[in-house]
């Protein structure tokens, strides 16, 4: 099992740059990709990013490519998220997950919550206009 906390979470207005951190423990951490998802009040978990167990793959969602930037450090057990050019609509609770098999069915990362098997219990994020 892995467990995952998050942080950094916090408001700030748009425009304005933002990093969140998630700290995991528990089994290996090089055994997982890892990704950030967000869930706005009334809307469907989304998809964000995501990286494979070494780092050097990741994949973004359109609506945060070039704003939003993965990053994982194995030696910490850390993934980051860091957000720039903040807009109202990123407001959510963001949440870390970890995916033990995507290379089971050929990719490095994968999108759909439902192939994460670990999660954490979020942190907020408001974007004030």
């Known amino acids: 099992q892995v467990q995952l906390v998050e942080s950094g979470g916090g408001s700030v207005q748009a425009g304005g740059s933002l990093s969140l951190s998630c700290s995991a423990s528990?089994?290996?951490?090089?055994?997982?990709?890892m990704g950030w998802f967000r869930q706005a009040p009334g809307k469907e978990r989304e998809f964000l990013a995501a990286?494979?167990?070494?780092?050097?793959?990741?994949d973004y969602a359109d609506s945060v490519q070039g704003r939003f930037f993965i990053s994982r450090d194995n030696r910490e057990h850390v993934i980051n998220l860091r957000m720039v050019s903040l807009k109202p609509e990123d407001t959510a609770v963001y949440y870390c997950?970890?995916?033990?098999?995507?290379?089971?069915?050929?990719?490095?990362?994968?999108?759909?919550?439902?192939?994460?098997?670990?999660w954490g219990p979020g942190t907020q994020v408001t974007v004030s206009s």
């Open positions: 990286i494979d167990w070494s780092g050097g793959n990741s």
């Open positions: 997950a970890a995916d033990r098999f995507p290379a089971l069915f050929g990719v490095a990362v994968r999108r759909a919550a439902r192939d994460y098997d670990y």
């Open positions: 528990g089994e290996t951490f090089t055994n997982y990709a």
